[in-house]
């Protein structure tokens, strides 16, 4: 049967859908720059209370995941299929892993009634409102896109254990990474606002 | 209707980005300690932009891809940047 494809305009679709991630996000780093443009005292000493050392393992989670997931391209373009399946299975461990550290980052601050809405936070005054208010959405709307990278991740898998990915189609593959490196993207942004302001 | 595999991008390229970008990230974090006054915030952003080329260019391929990628690309940044540009003009010399 003739197959009906076209590599460029799938990959055309993708950027164009990145380019609302990227304006959804870039409205974000607006609002985050006002605010803390009005309240730099506050953000600075709110900011303290982040772990730099997580934050910083996190960073370098995310990197060898995009780079792995970069890697098992590669591997399909040069038809080692069990390779590209192993790299993508680590990027899925990877960034697994970063959720869970995020899971106990969150739970720390939480624990110490650090949390939109609660009375500990509204008692510390507007900037720190402010700030632990775009630290939970921004952060929390990230982990949201790492966990539909992972199930991205995860359908793309089963397609080259079907061979539905092969070396000479591989656009989808390509798209997945596409979308998981701009989600690393928007980490190496939110990375240095949130935890290395001094 | 294209079905050419493409550019491919050697391992050993994508191991020498990753290295660097990890490279970046700490030294971003070593560059908080040392206290420059407003040139953190510049300094810290500097890095986050070098680091995001990089992704860009090479892990989501657009050196490799035509004109047409790059430029659209541009244009959203472009527009990211000069709306923040526009914004804080506004809050610094209302």
Same mark, same amino acid.
């Given at each position: 049967?003739?197959?009906?494809?076209?590599?460029?305009?799938?990959? /055309?679709?993708?950027?164009?859908?990145?380019?609302?991630?990227?304006?959804?996000?870039?409205?974000?780093?607006?609002?985050?720059?006002?605010?803390?443009?009005?309240?730099?005292?506050?953000?600075?000493?709110?900011?303290?209370?982040?772990?730099?050392?997580?934050?910083?393992?996190? /960073?370098?989670?995310?990197?060898?995941?995009?780079?792995?997931?970069?890697?098992?391209?590669?591997?399909?373009?040069?038809?080692?299929?069990?390779?590209?399946?192993?790299?993508?299975?680590?990027?899925?461990?990877?960034?697994?892993?970063?959720?869970?550290?995020?899971?106990?980052?969150?739970?720390?601050?939480?624990?110490?009634?650090?949390?939109?809405?609660?009375?500990?936070?509204?008692?510390?005054?507007?900037?720190?409102?402010?700030?632990?208010?775009?630290?939970?959405?921004?952060?929390?709307?990230?982990?949201?896109?790492?966990?539909?990278?992972?199930?991205?991740?995860?359908?793309?898998?089963?397609?080259?254990?079907?061979?539905?990915?092969?070396?000479?189609?591989?656009?989808?593959?390509?798209?997945?990474?596409?979308?998981?490196?701009?989600?690393?993207?928007?980490?190496?942004?939110?990375?240095?606002?949130?935890?290395?302001?001094? | 209707?294209?079905?050419?595999?493409?550019?491919?991008?050697?391992?050993?390229?994508?191991?020498?980005?990753?290295?660097?970008?990890?490279?970046?990230?700490?030294?971003?974090?070593?560059?908080?300690?040392?206290?420059?006054?407003?040139?953190?915030?510049?300094?810290?952003?500097?890095?986050?932009?070098?680091?995001?080329?990089?992704?860009?260019?090479?892990?989501?391929?657009?050196?490799?891809?035509?004109?047409?990628?790059?430029?659209?690309?541009?244009?959203?940044?472009?527009?990211?940047?000069?709306?923040?540009?526009?914004?804080?003009?506004?809050?610094?010399?209302?």
């Amino acid at each position: 049967m003739e197959e009906h494809r076209d590599d460029l305009a799938s990959k /055309t679709g993708m950027w164009l859908f990145l380019f609302t991630e990227m304006l959804l996000f870039g409205g974000l780093f607006i609002v985050y720059s006002v605010y803390r443009y009005i309240n730099a005292d506050a953000f600075h000493l709110a900011a303290h209370e982040l772990s730099v050392p997580i934050g910083t393992i996190n /960073t370098i989670i995310l990197l060898i995941s995009s780079a792995t997931i970069a890697m098992s391209i590669t591997a399909i373009q040069k038809e080692n299929k069990k390779l590209s399946l192993l790299l993508l299975t680590i990027t899925v461990l990877l960034g697994l892993t970063f959720l869970v550290n995020k899971y106990f980052e969150w739970g720390h601050h939480i624990k110490e009634g650090i949390y939109p809405g609660s009375s500990a936070l509204s008692l510390r005054g507007h900037g720190d409102v402010l700030f632990y208010g775009l630290y939970y959405f921004m952060t929390g709307l990230h982990a949201l896109h790492i966990i539909i990278g992972l199930i991205f991740i995860g359908f793309i898998a089963r397609m080259i254990i079907h061979d539905k990915i092969t070396s000479d189609n591989h656009v989808l593959l390509e798209n997945s990474g596409l979308y998981w490196h701009l989600v690393d993207l928007i980490w190496i942004f939110l990375f240095p606002l949130f935890y290395l302001i001094t | 209707m294209e079905h050419d595999k493409g550019h491919i991008i050697p391992y050993r390229t994508l191991l020498f980005v990753v290295t660097g970008l990890i490279m970046l990230t700490l030294i971003s974090v070593a560059v908080t300690k040392i206290h420059l006054g407003t040139l953190t915030v510049f300094t810290a952003l500097l890095i986050a932009a070098i680091k995001s080329a990089f992704v860009l260019m090479i892990f989501m391929h657009l050196k490799f891809e035509t004109r047409f990628f790059k430029i659209m690309v541009l244009a959203v940044i472009a527009v990211i940047g000069v709306v923040i540009f526009i914004t804080l003009l506004d809050y610094l010399y209302r």
